[in-house]
């Protein structure tokens, strides 16, 4: 079963940095696609051509997990460990397994079952989540200034009906800052228009 090691030494640090890189990739797409990007007053939209769904980055969570959880699932029960039964699919759950898959790597990458496939399949999964963490979806600048702290700070993430000031510091004394729909918006933006017509 086990033997001699199926991938050089390179490789398989390759691998191990992968796996435990994963983790990061993946918090740095979730971070991004949940709007929650670093606050640039001045940042213009920007020009990834697919932007994302925000739901794409928690399905590739969800169906990573999966899959480093049935390779565990799978080593576990050969090597007749017992193993938590986790639920449900979050970034806590990928920290875990994939510290848990790491602890075993030497193990899995000499395994003749599990070697290859566990091993390419890391290196190919690290580099869809990289790829996709480096594609932020595009911010629509909305023209209207924000209702409560009165800085241009109105985005919107192409594909999303939400509207949320950029500014950390709106609202602070407030709960927080502005969120509204995209409606909503629209709805602000027509009574300030009726507003500054009739001070004229
Ligand atoms: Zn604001």
């Given at each position: 079963?086990?033997?001699?090691?199926?991938?050089?030494?390179?490789?398989?640090?390759?691998?191990?940095?992968?796996?435990?890189?994963?983790?990061?990739?993946?918090?740095?797409?979730?971070?991004?696609?949940?709007?929650?990007?670093?606050?640039?007053?001045?940042?213009?939209?920007?020009?990834?051509?697919?932007?994302?769904?925000?739901?794409?980055?928690?399905?590739?969570?969800?169906?990573?997990?999966?899959?480093?959880?049935?390779?565990?699932?799978?080593?576990?029960?050969?090597?007749?460990?017992?193993?938590?039964?986790?639920?449900?699919?979050?970034?806590p759950?990928?920290?875990?397994?994939?510290?848990a898959?790491c602890?075993?790597?030497?193990?899995?990458?000499?395994?003749?079952?599990?070697?290859?496939?566990?091993?390419?399949?890391?290196?190919?999964?690290?580099?869809?989540?990289?790829?996709?963490?480096?594609?932020?979806?595009?911010?629509?600048?909305?023209?209207?200034?924000?209702?409560q702290?009165?800085?241009?700070?109105?985005?919107?993430?192409?594909?999303?009906?939400?509207?949320?000031c950029?500014?950390?510091?709106?609202?602070?004394?407030?709960?927080?800052?502005?969120?509204?729909?995209?409606?909503?918006?629209?709805?602000?933006?027509?009574?300030?228009?009726?507003?500054?017509?009739?001070?004229?």
């Open positions: 079963m086990t033997g001699a090691p199926f991938w050089c030494l390179s490789d398989s640090s390759a691998i191990r940095s992968a796996l435990v890189d994963l983790d990061r990739q993946m918090m740095l797409r979730l971070f991004h696609h949940d709007g929650y990007g670093s606050i640039d007053l001045n940042e213009r939209v920007s020009s990834s051509p697919e932007p994302a769904s925000p739901s794409d980055a928690h399905d590739q969570l969800d169906e990573l997990v999966r899959w480093l959880r049935s390779w565990q699932v799978s080593y576990w029960k050969i090597c007749g460990w017992s193993h938590t039964a986790y639920v449900g699919e979050s970034a759950a990928l920290t875990e397994v994939t510290s898959l602890a075993h790597l030497d193990g899995i990458l000499s395994h003749t079952e599990y070697a290859v496939d566990f091993g390419s399949g890391v290196l190919s999964w690290h580099s869809e989540v990289t790829a996709a963490a480096q594609t932020r979806p595009r911010r629509i600048s909305m023209q209207m200034r924000c209702p702290c009165h800085l241009a700070t109105l985005p919107r993430l192409e594909g999303e009906d939400r509207i949320e950029r500014n950390r510091d709106c609202g602070a004394n407030r709960g927080g800052p502005v969120v509204m729909t995209a409606d909503e918006y629209h709805g602000l933006a027509e009574a300030v228009i009726v507003a500054s017509g009739r001070r004229r």
